[in-house]
């Protein structure tokens, strides 16, 4: 579910969370983590440790497939991918022993240096949002019933190469030369990929759910599913339209989410594609794997839900493991919520997303179906995240 963050339920929101932000954001690249403060902290954790060991393992994977003399900045020092690997191994054996919160607590402040994400105000605060895997109804031909198209990867798209922020300089060649690929406005209005189909979907507001969660299902006439993966995006700057409806004064910020936000378009059709068009970013996919456990991250690896976050890339270390402290609503069977509670549990750096970016933002997965569409639709909430390495 890369660049995800497409991930990343309710991106759409983060630009109200940063405009109420004092500070300078670090730059990219730059460690963005602030002195420690374990004395205050009582590391709970309110899921499974089952859960939490799956996702160890998955970073672990990512890590043993780098190069060993590569390096990660965390908690303001380099540290060898080796080390982050023996970081979580040691916490995995921890977790073995079923400690209590304030035994484990007390185990990683005296064995493992513990440090806060500085957030977009220097100061800790992190806008927290969810993402999920959508179902999208689809046909493998088109119809009347199904005339939106979902995209592989055009074989025109070319990037500009590595190096920081590379998917915003995807682009195509004219005239020997590297411009700005279509626009999510030119591709849908132009048929200018015809050929390139995927599938085809009933509903143009489920293919711009699936453009922002960057992965799904697509659910066909018989029954039977197939999942979709991000492939690609076109490389244009990600414009939020749930900034665009409060700045016309169309709703407030806090009224302002992701189910009010389709609701507003369902009931003004007339609107629907100048409000989508707004954002000029657009995703393209290729077939993933019905048979894995989950969707895969920017790490190439599954999301495990509830572990798994996106973050900016740029500033956090991938595969890295944290504490995140915030809030979360609380979801009964028919995916209604009932209320929120407290939520705290250690979670992995394992993806990222084109509306995740600088320090000040991350994206929690919560999986599949109702219960986490409407977990992932509500959740925008302040929070803390610690990362933890263990001691030199």
């Known amino acids: ?32 983590v602030l002195s420690p403060e374990p004395a205050d902290l009582q590391l709970h954790d309110d899921l499974g440790y089952e859960s939490l060991a799956l996702a160890i393992d998955r970073s672990l994977r990512y890590l043993g497939l780098l ?36 035994s484990l607590t007390a185990v990683l402040a005296q064995d493992f240096q513990l440090c806060q994400a500085s957030g977009l105000d220097g100061h800790g605060k992190m806008l927290i949002t969810g993402y999920y895997e959508p179902v999208c109804r689809a046909s493998l031909t088109r119809s009347e019933a199904y005339p939106h198209p979902l ?69 066909f006439a018989d029954g039977t599913r197939r999942r979709v993966q991000f492939a690609a995006k076109n490389g244009r700057e990600y414009r939020s339209i749930g900034r665009l409806l409060v700045d016309r004064g169309i709703m407030s910020r806090e009224e302002a989410t992701m189910p009010a936000i389709l609701n507003y378009l ?25 048979m894995a456990v989950g969707p895969l991250g920017s790490l190439g690896q599954p999301l495990t839900p509830g572990r798994s976050v996106a973050l900016d890339q740029d500033h956090f270390p991938p595969g890295a493991l944290a504490w995140l402290a915030t809030r979360q609503p609380v979801i009964n069977e028919a995916g209604e919520i009932t209320g929120w509670q407290a939520l705290g549990r250690f979670v992995l750096n394992q993806d990222s997303g084109s509306a995740i970016t600088g320090p000040g933002r991350l994206d929690l997965f919560f999986g599949a179906g109702p219960q986490a569409e409407a977990a992932a639709g509500s959740l925008k909430h302040p929070g803390m995240l610690y990362f933890l390495v263990k001691k030199k």
């Open 1 to 32: 579910m890369t660049a995800r963050r497409f991930l990343l339920g309710m991106i759409i929101l983060g630009w109200a969370f940063f405009a109420a932000l004092a500070g300078t954001p670090a730059q990219a690249g730059e460690p963005a």
């Open 67 to 102: 190069p060993p003399e590569k390096s990660f900045t965390l908690c303001g020092e380099p540290y060898p991918v080796a080390w982050l690997a023996e970081s979580l191994l040691v916490f995995k054996k921890l977790l073995a022993e079923h400690p209590d919160p304030s």
């Open 151 to 219: 995209y592989g990867r055009p074989p025109d798209l070319l990037s500009a190469g590595p190096g920081p922020d590379w998917e915003r300089r995807n682009g195509r060649l004219v005239n020997g030369a590297l411009v700005p690929y279509f626009t999510r406005a030119e591709i849908e209005k132009g048929s200018l990929l015809a050929g390139q189909e995927l599938a085809w979907l009933a509903d143009p507001l489920e293919a711009f759910i699936l453009h922002v969660q960057g992965s799904g299902w697509l659910e």
């Open 266 to 290: 369902r009931e003004h059709p007339a609107e629907q594609e100048a409000i989508l068009h707004h954002n000029e970013s657009f995703v393209f996919f290729r077939w993933g794997d019905d």
